[in-house]
């Protein structure tokens, strides 16, 4: 894959995470419906389109990419290695959110209940790891001192939107 062409899809990888993936997450949990059930050619061209490039490049991204935390022990590297590891553990969560939501019967309770916490948890903290990222991969905080402030909204914006999905969803499994 050429350099340039890498270097598209990877600001393209980071727009889709923040807008429109991002953006639905906060509204999947803000309604407790998915925008594909409503209209499936919005559903297609602003979900399933952009989550399908996602999920499969973010893969690849993944793949390609060396962790280094036995090397370097910064913050930084740590938090590379969980937006890594969330990335895999959200595609697999959404393969069985979908399923169990749409083929089958969700019954609240036990396993269900713990998956689901965990998936909404670890996808928001994608997000908002994934807000900083995107940031410095773009050039808009460069220096150490605004990356610094920028982890500090993104771990903010963490707090609040889990304690938002948390409130939804225990008002879910009520």
């Known amino acids: 894959m050429s350099k340039k062409l890498q270097f ?12 429109p ?10 309604n407790m419906s998915s925008l594909s059930s409503q209209n499936i050619i919005l559903g297609f ?4 389109l952009p989550l399908l490039f996602h999920g499969l490049y ?4 993944t793949y390609e990419g060396s962790i280094n935390i036995g090397c370097y022990s ?3 590297n740590y938090m590379y290695f969980f ?8 595609f697999i969560f959404l393969i069985w959110h979908v399923y169990i939501m749409k083929f089958s019967s969700f019954s609240a309770g036990g396993l269900n209940n713990f998956v689901l916490f965990a998936g909404v948890i670890i996808a928001i903290f994608h997000v908002a790891n994934g807000i900083f990222g995107f940031l410095v991969d773009v050039g808009i905080v460069v220096g150490e001192k605004a990356q610094k402030v920028a982890v500090g909204i993104s771990m903010i914006f963490f707090i609040i ?8 969803f225990y008002n879910f499994i009520q």
Do not use: S
């Open 58 to 61: 973010g893969m690849y991204i």
């Open 161 to 168: 939107f889990a304690i938002f999905g948390i409130h939804k």
């Open 21 to 30: 993936l991002g953006y639905f997450l906060y509204y999947h949990l803000q």
């Open 83 to 90: 937006q890594r590891w969330t990335g895999i553990v959200i």
């Open 8 to 19: 598209y899809l990877r600001r393209l990888h980071g727009v889709t995470g923040i807008f």
């Open 45 to 48: 061209l602003f979900l399933w």
């Open 74 to 76: 910064y913050w930084r």
